[in-house]
């Protein structure tokens, strides 16, 4: 299993940015897929999840700002991102829970950076 992820970068407090974040492979069923972040020198935190039923979890303080949202094939899982702030500074991380033949593993994509300037 892989999970690529895409779109971060550079922007301005107030600015927008999308994330994307693609699973291929092979397995039985994807339980959950989501987006935690890891800020320099803090833990990495949940920012967001979706599960298979359609269960959306955010982190409080992206509620409001951040939507969670998935194709129609649920394999790829997008977060957008409005009313950035600098504390949102941070690598971003796709994360799904999967089922295969072997059991319920996490995955982890590579990380995107998002900076955001004040």
């Known amino acids: 299993v892989q999970l690529q992820a895409s779109g971060g970068g550079l922007v301005q407090a107030g600015g927008s940015l999308r994330l994307s974040c693609a699973a291929s492979g092979s397995w039985l069923s994807i339980i959950s897929m989501g987006w935690y972040r890891q800020a320099p020198g803090k833990q990495r935190e949940l920012v967001a999840s979706?599960?298979?039923?359609?269960?959306?979890n955010y982190a409080e303080s992206v509620k409001g700002r951040f939507t969670i949202s998935r194709d129609n094939g649920k394999t790829t899982v997008f977060l957008q991102m409005n009313s950035l702030k600098p504390e949102d500074t941070a690598v971003y991380y796709c994360n799904a829970l999967i089922i295969r033949w072997s059991g319920r593993s996490d995955y982890w994509g590579q990380g995107t950076l998002v900076t955001v300037s004040s």
């Open positions: 979706i599960t298979s039923g359609g269960s959306i």
